[in-house]
């Protein structure tokens, strides 16, 4: 009962959802634990070494059992809060508030007027400027504080991208710290990082809405034009299907979910979503690029490579693959 009680204050004291969002996020298999691999695939920061990560594990298991549980994860990160408990408190209730204005805003949009479409997709995009303003500083803070924890102990080899992903005994990779700091970097944008929580899924989340009410692909009706060659960029629409075995799909859709996570932050991807027809085992990704050498690019990748690998044996047969390219113009259209 006093280890329920206990649980039960830690995880629903103010600010604490974040943290069991991140538990969901590093609890790969989501066995409601997080083993060591899974710890290091997640927290693996480019700073920390093997053993300073051992030692930071076994800390926060408490309980000595080789496993990290929400009540654990939670505990720990309370004791260290300090002056950031109002923040993550102020950023728990604008996810809730952030996801009703969300999805009121969907609820209503097709049916407004354009004038009123225009004010909605303005005041969307200010939020997104104001929340990325705050981003900004706290990626540069962040970043300088690497640095200088490296350059203090340079003697400590840290954990990089190439141990996350090559040699992480299970193969999958988790969109930890040091795999977000590698696509922010790759895509030469702020967007794609996730150290912020819940604040930049949010960002992420009012960005691909914008994105959907203003970029949308334009195949509304038939249109007879007439273009400049080589003035109308050609995008290449590429699909691939997938078809598990039964008994695979949960193996096969965590593979895929890293490969996503990954190539949505490579430059040159301008979408990458996935379709699952219902009551079958078929799996369908939609990608879209903004020229075929991007996508060639992408095939010659580590995520790539390690999506083929990895679910070679749990297809019924190999992929299929369809492309083909459409007016650059088509992709973005005014609503």
């Known amino acids: 009962m006093a280890d329920t009680a206990e649980k039960s204050e830690a995880?629903?004291?103010?600010?604490?959802?974040?943290?069991?969002?991140?538990?969901?996020?590093?609890?790969?298999?989501?066995?409601?634990?997080?083993?060591?691999?899974?710890?290091?695939?997640y927290f693996a920061d480019g700073v920390m070494g093997k053993e300073e990560l051992q030692?930071?594990?076994d800390e926060i298991d408490s309980h000595n059992t080789n496993n990290i549980d929400t009540n654990e994860l939670c505990t720990y990160f309370t004791?260290?809060?300090?002056?950031?408990?109002?923040?993550f408190g102020l950023l728990e209730e604008m996810n809730k508030k952030m996801t009703n204005?969300?999805?009121?805003?969907?609820?209503?949009?097709?049916e407004s007027n354009r004038t009123n479409k225009f004010v909605k997709r303005f005041l969307m995009r200010e939020i997104l400027n104001q929340m990325s303003a705050l981003q900004r500083p706290i990626e540069a803070a962040s970043d300088t504080l690497d640095t200088q924890a490296r350059e203090?102990?340079?003697?400590?080899?840290?954990?990089?991208?190439?141990?996350v992903i090559k040699k992480s005994p299970s193969g999958n990779i988790v969109p930890g710290r040091v795999v977000r700091r590698a696509k922010r970097q790759i895509s030469g944008i702020s967007t794609g990082s996730d150290a912020g929580?819940?604040?930049?899924?949010?960002?992420?989340?009012?960005?691909?809405?914008?994105?959907?009410?203003?970029?949308?692909?334009?195949?509304?009706?038939?249109?007879?034009?007439?273009?400049?060659?080589?003035?109308?960029?050609?995008?290449?629409?590429?699909?691939?299907e997938f078809a598990v075995k039964e008994g695979s799909v949960d193996d096969f859709q965590s593979h895929l979910r890293a490969y996503v996570d990954?190539?949505?932050?490579?430059?040159?991807?301008?979408?990458?979503?996935?379709?699952?027809?219902?009551?079958?085992?078929?799996?369908?990704?939609?990608?879209?690029?903004?020229?075929?050498?991007?996508?060639?690019?992408?095939?010659?990748?580590e995520?790539?490579?390690?999506?083929?690998?990895?679910?070679?044996?749990?297809l019924e047969k190999p992929e299929t693959v369809h492309s083909m390219k459409i007016p650059g113009s088509w992709w973005k259209r005014e609503v």
């Not at 969901?24 to 997080?34: E, L, M, T, W």
């Not at 004791?79 to 923040?87: D, V």
């Not at 204005?101 to 097709?110: H, M, S």
């Not at 979408?271 to 075929?292: G, M, P, Q």
Request: hydrophobic letters at 40%.
């Open 11 to 41: 995880e629903t004291e103010k600010g604490m959802t974040i943290f069991l969002d991140v538990f969901r996020r590093a609890d790969k298999n989501d066995d409601g634990f997080i083993s060591w691999d899974e710890f290091v695939s």
């Open 55 to 57: 030692t930071l594990f």
């Open 79 to 87: 004791q260290h809060l300090g002056e950031f408990k109002e923040i």
């Open 101 to 110: 204005v969300l999805y009121g805003t969907a609820k209503v949009y097709q």
């Open 152 to 163: 203090e102990r340079a003697d400590i080899k840290p954990l990089e991208l190439e141990d």
């Open 197 to 240: 929580g819940l604040a930049n899924t949010q960002i992420d989340r009012l960005a691909h809405l914008i994105d959907r009410l203003e970029n949308k692909v334009n195949l509304d009706g038939f249109r007879d034009e007439e273009v400049i060659a080589g003035e109308d960029d050609l995008v290449l629409l590429v699909q691939r």
């Open 262 to 301: 990954l190539t949505q932050g490579f430059k040159g991807c301008l979408n990458a979503s996935v379709r699952k027809l219902l009551d079958s085992h078929c799996f369908t990704i939609y990608e879209i690029w903004s020229s075929e050498e991007k996508y060639v690019q992408n095939c010659d990748s």
């Open 303 to 314: 995520a790539t490579k390690v999506l083929v690998q990895k679910t070679a044996e749990l």
